[in-house]
T-cell receptor, first 114, second 114 residues
Framework: DAGVIQSPRHEVTEMGQEVTLRCKPISGHNSLFWYRQTMMRGLELLIYFNNNVPIDDSGMPEDRFSAKMPNASFSTLKIQPSEPRDSAVYFC????????????FGPGTRLLVL | AQKVTQAQTEISVVEKEDVTLDCVYETRDTTYYLFWYKQPPSGELVFLIRRNSFDEQNEISGRYSWNFQKSTSSFNFTITASQVVDSAVYFCALIGYNFNKFYFGSGTKLNVKP
């Protein structure tokens, strides 16, 4: 079975540009999570969807970040405009239902904003 | 408040040694879930184990074992006869039943030397 799929795996962009990260959860999973990992802050939950509806976006750093889940098999995390401090690894994870279920992580997108 | 503490930032052992990674948590929930994830140098997050708060039975899976003690709020992870392939960062995580957020510890980097 395919795991969580993320694209791109690596992204290098210049400050001010728009960045879109993509995620395809495991088929049949109803919950999707976006995380950011940095050396300074570790792993942080950005936003959590359940049945395509955002449940908790309190971790989204600021208005430059937005996330959508138009259907059960696709989600995007957009940063506009990007800043150097957004450089991090962004992980997408999915679970059967709810946060208490085991979350399976994608390979991550390594973002570098110059 | 919920919190996960992994006091050991980095541990180095020689192959075949046993090693224990500590995890101490705080929660007010009576129902909660604990997890261990492995992040090898390649960067992906690999699920190792999920435990609910009502199941204090220790678990063994091959060379891996977990010791869950509610009395000390600890969920420690032991690798027996460590191997070089065990070198990774190991994260302990907690989620409460009524919360959607996933609280990760800061991780313990394990170096297994040949």
């Amino acid at each position: 079975d395919a795991g969580v799929i993320q694209s791109p795996r690596h992204e290098v962009t210049e400050m001010g540009q728009e960045v879109t990260l993509r995620c395809k959860p495991i088929s049949g999973h109803n919950s999707l999570f976006w995380y950011r990992q940095t050396m300074m802050r570790g792993l942080e939950l950005l936003i959590y969807f359940n049945n395509n509806v955002p449940i908790d976006d309190s971790g989204m750093p600021e208005d430059r970040f937005s996330a959508k889940m138009p259907n059960a098999s696709f989600s995007t995390l957009k940063i506009q405009p990007s800043e150097p401090r957004d450089s991090a690894v962004y992980f997408c994870a999915s679970s059967l239902s709810g946060g208490e279920e085991t979350q399976y992580f994608g390979p991550g997108t390594r973002l570098l904003v110059l | 408040a919920q919190k996960v503490t992994q006091a050991q930032t980095e541990i180095s052992v020689v192959e075949k040694e046993d090693v224990t990674l500590d995890c101490v948590y705080e929660t007010r929930d009576t129902t909660y879930y604990l997890f261990w994830y492995k992040q090898p140098p390649s960067g992906e997050l690999v699920f190792l184990i999920r435990r609910n708060s009502f199941d204090e039975q220790n678990e063994i899976s091959g060379r891996y074992s977990w010791n869950f003690q509610k009395s000390t709020s600890s969920f420690n992870f032991t690798i027996t006869a460590s191997q070089v392939v065990d070198s990774a960062v190991y994260f302990c995580a907690l989620i409460g039943y009524n919360f959607n957020k996933f609280y990760f510890g800061s991780g313990t980097k394990l170096n297994v030397k040949p």
